[in-house]
């Protein structure tokens, strides 16, 4: 017996199985692509909805579901796909705004913070009026060994002692310093063994300042911070911190301030961290882009295996971000740029090689059919027929990946990665938001250099 063609079928029949479940009468009916949109869109809006927990948003899947039956029974023509469009993404973004708690009114109820974050960035840190500095220094064994080193240190004729010669996390110590130039403020501060610097001053969280006697000497109690310890491997092991003492004083005329200084060290940085990364993801993206091209492995079996390989290795490497790559590299080879780059570089490889492919699937078949008609191997196809014609795009993508890489650098900088995404974290921990603007115009106007100059040779090359 033949089975009964859809457009002879009870649309009685269909309109109860659509009431079932959304969309099988129209898959009854024959309108299978239909069917499948139907029934995707009202299980998503119910599963949204059911996850938010509100029920006053079931209504938007119930709608759907008539919805659903209304088209059923309008079939060929239909109910109106704008409807259906117009229910789901209310759903979409009406559960999304109050899912992410958007309050516009936050702004106004919090003014008076955010006078105070931004009032300061209207004046960036960069430039100062000359000065000069004095500073001594002396290291503290934090916890104690079993013979602490004398805690004493002289530079420049400025004498920094320490009482006791060392301490565990919380433990007081009297700063003695001599040789400092009399009645002037004097900032005192703690740097951890990796050159973190901690404020020891109100509750760790403000600059310590004594002011320097007749003779130039302060004396200060000082706590050793709680979170000096927080990125040592071992918080048992013995090292060597110090405690810094540092007076200013204006000379007249204009320099860069250390903030600017700090500023121009992190752009260096990252500029030097993009450049490597993306030289060496490119030199290792390169060779993995040939067999990862479909039009070059698909003409036997064990080829088109190794694409499938690389490929799936390629999309794993890419679908991990970047900032996670740099938290796990720093775990292993420790905080700095190394770990930064070697996480760049990870992503740049993955996601070069697979741009790289994707130029080599589009390129003019015609040469490649004809290299292999001459009878060539599979190298000296991609030696005369594929490279000739990839050379500019490879280099445009190169130098676009390099743009893309001086950006995510700053943010590799957050998790300790190096440049000026480290110094940027360290500024907004301290609140200082002179530096983090100085910082944000630096960024962006390496940005946008970069970003012009990267443009203006792809549209060449193009």
């Known amino acids: 017996m033949k089975p009964t063609p859809p457009a002879r079928r009870s649309r009685l029949v269909a309109v109860i199985l659509s009431t079932i479940i959304p969309g099988l009468g129209q898959g009854w009916l024959g309108e299978w692509p239909r069917a499948l949109g139907v029934f995707l869109a009202t299980v998503t809006a119910l599963g949204a909805t059911l996850w938010y927990g509100k029920p006053g948003w079931l209504v ?46 936050a702004f106004i109820e919090n003014s008076e913070r955010a006078r105070s974050v931004f009032r300061p960035m209207l004046e960036p840190d960069f430039f100062r009026l000359r000065t000069e500095v004095r500073q001594g220094w002396v290291e503290v064994e934090v916890p104690c060994s079993s013979a602490p080193p004398r805690a004493e240190h002289t ?31 004097t900032q ?78 992190g752009i260096y940085e990252t500029l030097a961290l993009a450049l490597l990364t993306t030289t060496l993801g490119a030199v290792l993206a390169l060779p993995l882009s040939f067999p990862a091209a ?37 775990v292993i080879v420790g905080l700095g740029p190394f770990a930064g780059m070697l996480a760049l570089t990870v992503h740049t490889v993955a996601a070069l090689a697979k741009l790289y492919s994707e130029v080599v699937e589009g390129i003019d078949p015609g040469p490649i059919e004809a290299v292999r008609a001459t009878g060539a191997t599979w190298l000296q196809v991609v030696r005369f027929a594929v490279i000739p014609q990839i050379v500019p795009l490879f280099t445009a993508l190169t130098i676009y990946r390099w743009d893309i890489n001086v ?43 970069l970003d012009t100059f990267s443009a203006r040779v792809r549209e060449r090359l193009g």
């Open 407 to 449: 950006r995510m650098s700053t943010i590799i900088g957050f998790v300790g990665g190096g440049g000026i995404g480290y110094f940027l974290w360290q500024w907004l921990v301290l609140n200082d938001y002179r530096a983090v603007s100085s910082c944000f115009i630096a960024i962006a106007v390496v940005v946008l250099t």
């Open 155 to 185: 530079v420049e004729a400025v004498t920094v002692r320490v009482s006791p010669d060392c301490a565990s996390l919380n433990e007081a110590l009297i700063v003695t310093v001599e040789g400092l130039w009399p009645n002037e403020p």
């Open 294 to 330: 479909r039009n070059l492995m698909s003409g036997h079996a064990v080829t088109f295996f190794i694409y499938l390989v690389i490929r799936t290795i390629l999309n794993i490497l890419r679908s991990i971000e970047a900032l996670i790559m740099a938290i796990i590299f720093v």
């Open 60 to 105: 938007i899947p119930a709608a759907l579901w008539v919805w659903n039956v209304f088209d059923c029974l309008r079939l060929p023509r239909g109910a109106p796909l704008w409807l259906a469009t117009l229910l789901w993404l209310g759903m979409a973004y009406g559960i999304g705004w109050q899912a992410t708690e958007i309050n516009p009114r």
């Open 188 to 265: 005192v501060f703690w740097s951890t063994p990796i050159g973190d610097i901690k404020l020891v001053g109100g509750q760790y969280n403000a600059m310590l300042l004594v002011t320097s006697d007749e003779a130039g000497k302060i004396t200060a109690l000082v706590r050793v911070p709680p979170s000096a310890q927080d990125a040592m491997p071992d918080p048992t092991l013995p090292l060597k911190h110090r405690v810094y003492v540092e007076q200013e004083r204006k000379i007249g005329g204009i320099e860069i301030s250390r903030n600017g200084g700090y500023i121009l060290q």
